[in-house]
């Protein structure tokens, strides 16, 4: 299994400071912010109903209550867990499976009494684990690219319609299979080529932002980029960097986009890709920031969307389940690699590759 650099252990900790398997020397702010929870719990047990109060309640409460309570969530927390385990080797999924004394807690106040009290060190993290795993669900659902994700979907679509499908020349341009996809939910729509491989799910609908934010040390659900993304597969390269042409005309110009990454020209950025993507992953990608307009009287506002160009071989290589470019064994060595080292740390769990 590969190893996380120190300093990237470090940025992602710093995001997400109850993940530290140290939060008690290394995360002093964490602990003297949740430490006094406890404790006024501990003192007034009345006092857990307030608590849930202040996670769920709008601080300008307009007579919306929240999606649904934070302890409804511990179950997606469970599952997503168990998404990622699947992936892992048997042995090793085996011996980093949810203690049961962890999985059946279905109680906030519960949970924190375990973190602070907690005979064993793998019993206080896991139940520290399973808290702020349910935190970050709940404030995915609570995040505006989400909680709008399908509406911004179905504006980004009637642009295409609008600015590009119209005018696009097809004698030039051979857009073999579009289809756009937002990451909260699973992917939809037929493939060019081989299928989508088969394999373990990342869990609740939620998982695979969860997954990215942990990674990538984000700590605010709405930093994540490409919660909605498009990918279009061309008949060759040059068709590629034609498309991309087009669609910097079609949303907006060059202001509008940021962030490329060209895999298909040179070596050169590949360095910008995830540690677990294949060497011959090849794909231009970029970020574009489409400005949409609000409500009346109120300034328009922009939302990321992630667009992936694909030429076809490039395509149907990385979804080739003998090459190890294959979507699942890229997910396989994201999760090995850059997921279990964070929430099943070797200092609590032990060497995994022991298992």
């Not at 969307?305 to 003998?322: C, D, F, K, R």
């Amino acid at each position: 299994m590969g190893v996380l650099l120190l300093g990237t252990t470090g940025r992602i900790f710093a995001a997400h400071p109850l993940l530290d398997p140290q939060m008690l020397t290394r995360q002093r702010t964490a602990v003297r912010f949740w430490l006094p929870v406890y404790r006024r719990l501990v003192a007034d047990a009345s006092g857990r109903a307030a608590l849930l109060r202040s996670l769920t309640t709008p601080v300008s409460d307009t007579g919306h209550s929240a999606l649904a309570p934070v302890e409804t969530y511990f179950e997606d927390t469970e599952r997503y867990l168990d998404g990622l385990l699947a992936f892992a080797p048997a042995a090793l999924g085996e011996r980093l499976r949810v203690l049961p004394e962890i999985r059946h807690v279905q109680k906030l106040d519960a949970l924190l009494r375990v973190t602070f009290e907690g005979g064993a060190p793998r019993l206080r993290y896991e139940a520290r684990r399973k808290l702020y795993l349910t935190k970050l669900l709940f404030d995915i659902d609570h995040t505006r690219a989400v909680r709008d994700g399908r509406r911004h979907q179905a504006l980004f679509e009637q642009v295409l319609r609008e600015k590009l499908w119209n005018d696009l020349d097809r004698s030039a341009i051979d857009v073999l299979d579009y289809r756009t996809r937002f990451k909260r939910e699973r992917n939809t729509g037929a493939a060019v080529g081989p299928a989508d491989a088969s394999g373990p799910a990342m869990g609740p609908r939620s998982g695979s932002i969860l997954s990215k934010m942990i990674r990538s040390g984000i700590g605010d659900a709405h930093a994540v980029p490409d919660i909605l993304g498009a990918l279009f597969i061309v008949g060759n390269r040059r068709q590629a960097y034609a498309l991309e042409r087009r669609l910097v005309d079609a949303l907006g110009g060059p202001f509008r986009w940021r962030d490329r990454i060209d895999t298909l020209g040179s070596d050169q950025d590949r360095t910008r890709l995830t540690a677990a993507s294949s060497s011959r992953f090849q794909v231009l990608k970029q970020i574009v920031d489409l400005l949409v307009g609000d409500q009346p009287d109120v300034p328009p506002y922009h939302f990321p969307v992630e667009i992936q160009i694909y030429p076809l071989n490039s395509y149907q290589a990385m979804m080739a389940g003998g090459n190890d470019a294959a979507h699942q064994q890229y997910k396989q060595r994201q999760v090995l690699t850059e997921l279990l080292p964070v929430l099943f740390p070797e200092d609590i769990f032990g060497p995994h590759a022991q298992a």
